[in-house]
């Protein structure tokens, strides 16, 4: 009995001995990159991005490409795979929101004196037409395609049928009735008037000069109906106004002119109240200017870091936010938020003005200045950067 126990102790340490290390678990990083897909690599295309889209629960997403034409990707919102892409539109894909419209299942695209109508079901090109003197400023209403143009006289507004690609003109503005002014059409909004009448809506920018003392922003409703204008308000010397199209909402026309967001009447131009920036709010230059809006809040932007939410039936600021990011070309609505792209992804809340992304970007590179398109059933949002075109979980970046 006393040999046993020896020899049990030892069999009990040999049984304790211990196991082998395990090797680390590999750490996975955090992403909220959902995919990318590397246009650059991919496609030898890319270098620059412009609007997008979410049609039929796909990503329509618009590239330039490295031998001057625009291609536009449809895509799986989901993994990125291509559905479809077209690479035959000739011209640069365009930057800014007013160079671009969306109707139905027609994406309209214009540059360089150039526009082309897509069938986003199938990516084919239906339409194809060169417009002289073509400020690439465009808007479409129902399903006719607005876009300012210019001559040495003035300025001309035409409509293009959507469908057939005929051209007529509108009405025109002549210098000599501007007090020699060139004027310079925005894209019009529109407005029906309690008769039944259609009515556009718009701003005119006009130039008297080389430099910005001498420009001047008018305002105007044209009847379509009547084919006669129904008012003009001319604006004062030194004052300019955004590219963007007025805001019209609760039978009232909002626009953004420099310092001021102008609540109009649409029946006759009169002013119904003026929002001015804060006193601090003083940036200079002027170029893009965005209005838009939630229920009844006004979401003005000017080009500086500041961004207002304004209640559209007084004027009075509801919230000011100093710090949003200097002149994103485009902003949008979507989840009760403001989303736009200026030196990263930013987000607002649209009720509160409370910062949420702040000029977000992965790994802290690239510019990040394009427009981003939300996907509300998942939260996911899309956007590019030079060359890539990202799925981005916008919930883990307002975690960040």
Not at 72 to 79: E, I, N
Not at 90 to 108: H, I, Q
Not at 343 to 363: E, H
Request: proline fraction near 5%.
């Amino acid at each position: 009995m006393l040999n046993i126990l020896p020899i049990t102790l030892l069999l009990s340490f040999s049984n304790c001995k211990k196991e082998p290390p395990k090797p680390a678990e590999p750490k996975v990083e955090k992403t909220p990159v959902v995919w990318y897909y590397d246009v650059e690599r991919n496609e030898g295309s890319g270098i620059y991005s412009a609007p997008n889209y979410i049609y039929s629960n796909q990503l329509i997403q618009c590239m330039d490409s490295k031998d001057g034409k625009t291609v536009v990707y449809c895509m799986t919102l989901d993994s990125g795979k291509i559905v479809w892409q077209n690479d035959e539109i000739p011209f640069p894909s365009p930057f800014r929101a007013v160079d671009t419209d969306l109707s139905e299942n027609y994406l309209v695209l214009t540059s360089n004196q150039k526009l082309c109508v897509l069938d986003l079901n199938n990516g084919n090109i239906v339409l194809s037409v060169d417009v002289i003197g073509s400020r690439n400023i465009i808007k479409v209403i129902n399903h006719k395609i607005y876009i300012s143009t210019t001559n040495p006289k003035g300025a001309i507004l035409k409509v293009i049928d959507i469908n057939s690609g005929v051209t007529k003109d509108v009405f025109s503005l002549l210098k000599d009735d501007l007090d020699n002014y060139a004027p310079t059409l925005t894209a019009p909004a529109f407005w029906q008037h309690p008769n039944g009448d259609e009515i556009l809506i718009m701003g005119n920018r006009s130039y008297n000069g080389q430099v910005a003392q001498y420009d001047r922003y008018d305002m105007l409703a044209y009847n379509l109906t009547a084919d006669t204008m129904l008012w003009y308000k001319k604006g004062t010397p030194g004052i300019r106004g955004s590219i963007a199209s007025p805001l019209v909402q609760d039978n009232k026309a909002v626009f953004y002119v420099e310092r001021n967001v102008e609540c109009l009447n649409p029946l006759n131009g009169e002013t119904i109240w003026t929002h001015t920036r804060h006193l601090a709010d003083n940036f200079s230059a002027y170029k893009s200017g965005n209005i838009t809006s939630l229920g009844n809040i006004v979401i003005a932007k000017p080009d500086s870091d500041y961004m207002y939410g304004v209640d559209i039936n007084t004027g009075n600021t509801l919230w000011s936010n100093p710090k949003t990011a200097t002149m994103p070309y485009t902003i949008r609505i979507a989840m009760d938020k403001v989303w736009y792209g200026s030196g990263g992804v930013n987000c607002i809340d649209a009720s509160t003005g409370k910062t949420l992304i702040d000029k977000w970007r992965y790994q802290n590179k690239g510019s990040w200045m394009n427009p981003i398109t939300v996907d509300e059933n998942t939260g996911y949002i899309y956007t590019t950067a030079d060359g890539v075109i990202y799925c981005l979980d916008a919930n883990m970046l307002m975690e960040e």
